[in-house]
């Protein structure tokens, strides 16, 4: 899969991932793959903990999953979206098609299990359209 080009204004061409699910083989499994993938990944076992991780800084994209307990995936990116701005959200779920449900600007859908590479090309995407944002 060719990967496009991320000139971010700290020239980090590596996308820098929080990854949020409830679920530990899940989590392993994403690193792993998204790892092999060339990204940097951390991982966050709720909301709660994503948001405090988020607000320390450094990363380029959210993927989380949709339900999880204490908070969805959808109303941790509506709040970090409100509190940052921020733009470029990947969100997994296994509960059908949902793109027309955020109201949220940058939000991926990506259905569970999710296919490695059309994840990888979300998360390219939407790295590269918030280095574009943060230069400009």
């Known amino acids: 899969m060719q990967q496009p080009e991320l000139t971010p204004a700290d ?61 969805t995936g959808l109303e941790l990116i509506e709040r970090i979206h409100a509190d940052t701005g921020h733009e470029a959200f990947v969100v997994l779920s296994g509960v059908g098609v949902l793109e027309n449900r955020f109201g949220v600007p940058g939000v991926r859908y990506v259905p569970k299990p999710w296919n490695a590479d059309q ?13 574009v944002a943060r230069a400009g």
């Open 119 to 131: 994840l990888a090309g979300a998360i390219f995407d939407l790295a590269a359209d918030e280095a």
């Open 11 to 71: 020239d980090h061409a590596t996308p820098r991932v929080l990854f949020v699910d409830d679920e530990a083989l899940v989590r392993k499994a994403f690193r792993r793959s998204m790892r092999r993938m060339g990204m940097s990944v951390t991982l966050a076992e709720d909301p709660h903990a994503a948001i405090a991780m988020w607000n320390e800084g450094g990363f380029d994209v959210l993927v989380t999953d949709l339900n999880m307990p204490g908070m």
